[in-house]
């Protein structure tokens, strides 16, 4: 697995909110279940396939950008419905625009959504669905808080300090601005606290949630980071996620 890969096996294990946003996604999707619908960051598949049950005379197209989750995305899902695709979504092409797309968990580790936006409205039929969810404005500030006072500090800031996060939390406003822009009808563009309390805290915070610090660690330092995170937080630790979802369409296009 390369250095920058996500951890599949231990995602898939441990990423129960991640499942429980997921689904809550996949309840706004208005579907008449012969759709081709596009999962964008789809991760190990565990969404894509909650989908699928929803398309029983349709198919799922199944994208991320880390090897290990497509693997274990494509040992999930079933090859005569589901195409999976390792990419990275700002460069995508698909032969044909989709119904609809989805996304779930992923769009805050992209920094440019702009283009990012630009992209799914590319392979996006008219009227077609999207309906996404991601990290947003105020996600884990008490926990990145935690963070850095842990970076600050010797011998993780010499590898860490000049590190920039890796993450995009946008504003519903800012996400509504850059969605219509884009060629997007918004219907709807909102945040919703989520704190969770994960049953395994230490693999929780280096898979989910720094697993993009931990690459810059030597691996000597890695667990003793964690430790020095969970050590600033509360006993359980309660993560504050913050979660921004939209529910848009794709508007038709014009030559003006």
Do not use: K
């Amino acid at each position: 697995m390369p250095a920058h890969d996500w951890n599949a096996s231990s995602y898939d294990a441990i990423s129960i909110p991640h499942r429980e946003w997921g689904a809550g996604v996949l309840e706004r999707l208005e579907l008449v279940g012969d759709e081709t619908v596009l999962d964008a960051g789809a991760g190990t598949g565990r969404i894509t396939e909650m989908l699928l049950a929803r398309l029983p005379r349709g198919r799922v197209i199944a994208v991320d950008s880390s090897p290990a989750m497509t693997e274990r995305a494509r040992e999930r899902l079933p090859r005569d419905r589901a195409t999976v695709i390792c990419a990275d979504l700002l460069e995508l092409e698909l032969p044909e625009p989709v119904d609809a797309i989805i996304s779930t968990a992923t769009f805050h580790w992209i920094a440019d959504h702009q283009a990012l936006f630009a992209r799914m409205r590319a392979l996006l039929r008219p009227d077609g669905q999207f309906v996404a969810q991601c990290g947003g404005q105020g996600n884990l500030a008490n926990v990145r808080a935690a963070a850095e006072r842990v970076v600050a500090r010797e011998p993780y800031a010499a590898h860490l300090a000049a590190v920039p996060a890796p993450w995009n939390f946008a504003s519903p406003l800012c996400t509504r601005g850059r969605l219509e822009r884009a060629g997007f009808q918004v219907s709807a563009c909102w945040l919703v606290a989520a704190p969770s309390t994960p049953p395994a805290p230490h693999e929780f915070l280096g898979t989910v949630v720094f697993h993009a610090h931990l690459r810059h660690l030597p691996a000597e330092l890695r667990d003793p980071f964690l430790d020095a995170v969970l050590a600033e937080l509360d006993e359980p630790p309660v993560l504050d996620y913050v979660r921004l979802n939209w529910d848009a369409s794709a508007r038709e296009r014009t030559n003006a």
